[in-house]
């Protein structure tokens, strides 16, 4: 990290405020090579953190915008280097000029993600708190923006945390007894041992049945809409939506494939899929939209079930609810509240609502049913939650190998055997927090963050 990095870190459209950011040893140098200011004192000899007013300039040296320069010296910023931004006006063309004027000054063009990975490799923040970043600016929902947020400000890394220093106690504690058998040192006992890893299989679980809660909060909660044809699908779909995503007729059978939109309702993220209406068919293309709705049931978290609230249950309304049966979460939507003959859901039914996609009525007891049924909990909110499949899969690896060690705890073998399987889980939670971990990893993570951040 010897070299100075710069990018725009605010996209490449047309907005009121566009920033250049720099990171690295010439930062603060590059930045008031390019950058006059209108007090006269140099960008170089300014306070940290405190706002100049100046101009930006070409690499002519003419100046191209008023702007706004700022500086913050190592250690004491996001990066851990010294730092500097640029704050000008958001057009393009600006910020393309005072790009090529700082590369005219020797600095290079960031990479996506760099500014963010030189402040994991200078110890600003630890790896599960830099995919928290990511995550905080593909945040769709409120929810997810506020597990992310609680991620940055460390809540899952002091979870994580306090799981490494309990199995680092007890590997400490062995090799104290081992190395120094003259000191008067409690003596490293099964029991011990035991409660210890006990502990650690407890706190791995709870961490580990996060992951699904998470993964449905980042990435959106799979919900297939599902019914016979003419249920009104897909004027469900669009009036969630807001505007005319399917078409809609009265011809049964309209629908012959899977229409996938994201949309957010009762404050959870969902991943909407519009199927075909569910029934036996000679149609061969028909036949080929019934089977792949199907498949969207089997994939499904949440089901939408789509009964005509002006005629009685059928046949295949029955065989559509029983093969929902084996979706976690499933609403009863009665469909077309607003037609003559429509008759409300029996009493009975506790997850049913009444609705109208024309109207819009009962919209607002369907964002509520959904709330219902994907609560949020506290460890949601305090960001406690594993949010993507690495995080799993390393933890997942912590766990058989803490239960490793119970088991072999349990057969009698000595603790110097128990502690190999105790150290393994302390590589897989050091792999969480980027303690342990290799550069090709660190490469894929870091890949998926914009440029200028």
Same mark, same amino acid.
Request: charged fraction near 25%.
């Given at each position: 990290?010897?070299?100075?990095?710069?990018?725009?870190?605010?996209?490449? *459209?047309?907005?009121?405020?566009?920033?250049?950011?720099?990171?690295?040893?010439?930062?603060?140098?590059?930045?008031?090579?390019?950058?006059?200011?209108?007090?006269? &004192?140099?960008?170089?000899?300014?306070?940290?953190?405190?706002?100049?007013?100046?101009?930006?300039?070409?690499?002519?040296?003419?100046?191209?915008?008023?702007?706004?320069?700022?500086?913050?010296?190592?250690?004491?910023?996001?990066?851990?280097?010294?730092?500097?931004?640029?704050?000008?006006?958001?057009?393009?063309?600006?910020?393309?000029? %005072?790009?090529?004027?700082?590369?005219? !000054?020797?600095?290079?063009?960031?990479?996506?993600?760099?500014?963010?990975?030189?402040?994991?490799?200078?110890?600003?923040?630890?790896?599960?708190?830099?995919?928290?970043?990511?995550?905080?600016?593909?945040?769709?929902?409120?929810?997810?923006?506020?597990?992310?947020?609680?991620?940055?400000?460390?809540?899952?890394?002091?979870?994580?945390?306090?799981?490494?220093?309990?199995? *680092?106690?007890?590997?400490?504690?062995?090799?104290?007894?081992?190395?120094?058998?003259?000191?008067?040192?409690?003596?490293? +006992?099964?029991? &011990?041992?035991?409660?210890?890893?006990?502990?650690?299989?407890?706190?791995?679980? +709870?961490?580990?049945?996060?992951?699904?809660?998470?993964?449905?909060?980042?990435?959106?909660?799979?919900?297939?809409?599902?019914?016979?044809?003419?249920?009104?699908?897909? +004027?469900?779909?669009?009036?969630?939506? %807001?505007?005319?995503?399917?078409?809609?007729?009265?011809?049964?059978?309209?629908?012959?494939?899977?229409?996938?939109?994201?949309?957010?309702?009762? %404050?959870?993220?969902?991943?909407?899929?519009?199927?075909?209406?569910?029934?036996? &068919?000679?149609?061969?293309?028909?036949?080929?939209? *019934?089977?792949?709705?199907?498949?969207?049931?089997?994939?499904?978290?949440?089901?939408?079930?789509?009964?005509?609230?002006?005629?009685?249950?059928?046949?295949?309304?029955?065989?559509?609810?029983?093969?929902?049966?084996?979706?976690?979460?499933?609403?009863?939507?009665?469909?077309?509240?607003?037609?003559?003959?429509?008759?409300?859901?029996?009493?009975?039914?506790?997850?049913?609502?009444?609705?109208?996609?024309?109207?819009?009525?009962?919209?607002?007891?369907?964002?509520?049913?959904?709330?219902?049924?994907?609560?949020?909990?506290?460890? !949601?909110?305090?960001?406690?939650?594993?949010?993507?499949?690495?995080?799993?899969?390393?933890?997942?690896?912590?766990? =058989?190998?803490?239960?490793?060690?119970?088991? =072999?705890?349990?057969?009698?073998?000595?603790?110097?055997?128990?502690?190999?399987?105790?150290?393994?889980?302390?590589?897989?939670?050091?792999?969480?927090?980027?303690?342990?971990?290799?550069?090709?990893?660190?490469?894929?993570?870091?890949?998926?963050?914009? *440029?200028?951040?």
């Amino acid at each position: 990290m010897r070299d100075t990095i710069a990018a725009v870190a605010t996209g490449g *459209v047309r907005c009121a405020v566009g920033i250049l950011r720099l990171s690295g040893p010439e930062a603060i140098r590059a930045a008031g090579a390019v950058f006059r200011p209108m007090g006269g &004192t140099p960008l170089a000899e300014c306070e940290d953190r405190r706002l100049v007013l100046g101009w930006l300039l070409d690499r002519e040296g003419r100046p191209v915008d008023q702007v706004l320069a700022t500086v913050s010296r190592a250690p004491h910023s996001y990066t851990g280097e010294d730092t500097a931004e640029l704050q000008c006006h958001g057009s393009p063309a600006v910020l393309a000029l %005072g790009l090529e004027s700082l590369f005219a !000054q020797g600095v290079r063009q960031a990479g996506p993600g760099e500014f963010t990975r030189r402040a994991f490799l200078k110890g600003k923040l630890d790896l599960m708190q830099a995919e928290a970043v990511a995550d905080l600016i593909d945040a769709e929902t409120q929810a997810a923006a506020r597990c992310a947020g609680g991620q940055l400000a460390g809540a899952l890394s002091r979870k994580v945390g306090a799981v490494y220093d309990a199995l *680092v106690d007890v590997s400490a504690h062995f090799h104290a007894v081992l190395d120094y058998p003259d000191e008067d040192i409690d003596p490293f +006992s099964a029991r &011990t041992l035991d409660e210890a890893l006990s502990g650690a299989e407890r706190d791995l679980c +709870s961490l580990l049945e996060s992951y699904q809660r998470g993964k449905l909060l980042v990435e959106g909660i799979p919900c297939a809409i599902v019914g016979r044809p003419n249920a009104g699908k897909s +004027s469900l779909l669009n009036a969630l939506l %807001g505007y005319e995503r399917a078409i809609v007729t009265d011809i049964p059978g309209t629908t012959r494939d899977t229409v996938e939109e994201k949309c957010t309702l009762g %404050g959870r993220l969902l991943r909407l899929i519009d199927t075909a209406g569910i029934r036996e &068919t000679g149609d061969a293309v028909e036949r080929l939209g *019934v089977e792949r709705s199907r498949r969207a049931l089997e994939g499904a978290e949440l089901a939408l079930v789509l009964l005509d609230s002006t005629a009685p249950l059928g046949p295949e309304d029955a065989d559509i609810l029983d093969l929902a049966s084996a979706v976690p979460h499933v609403i009863r939507v009665y469909t077309k509240a607003d037609l003559p003959g429509s008759v409300p859901p029996p009493p009975e039914e506790e997850h049913a609502v009444l609705l109208s996609s024309r109207t819009g009525a009962g919209l607002s007891e369907l964002e509520a049913a959904i709330a219902a049924c994907f609560p949020a909990g506290a460890d !949601q909110e305090r960001g406690e939650l594993l949010t993507n499949a690495r995080q799993a899969e390393a933890a997942g690896r912590a766990l =058989s190998a803490v239960r490793s060690a119970r088991e =072999s705890l349990d057969m009698g073998m000595t603790p110097d055997a128990v502690l190999v399987d105790v150290e393994g889980a302390m590589g897989a939670l050091g792999e969480l927090t980027g303690r342990n971990l290799r550069e090709d990893v660190t490469g894929r993570i870091f890949a998926r963050f914009c *440029v200028g951040k």
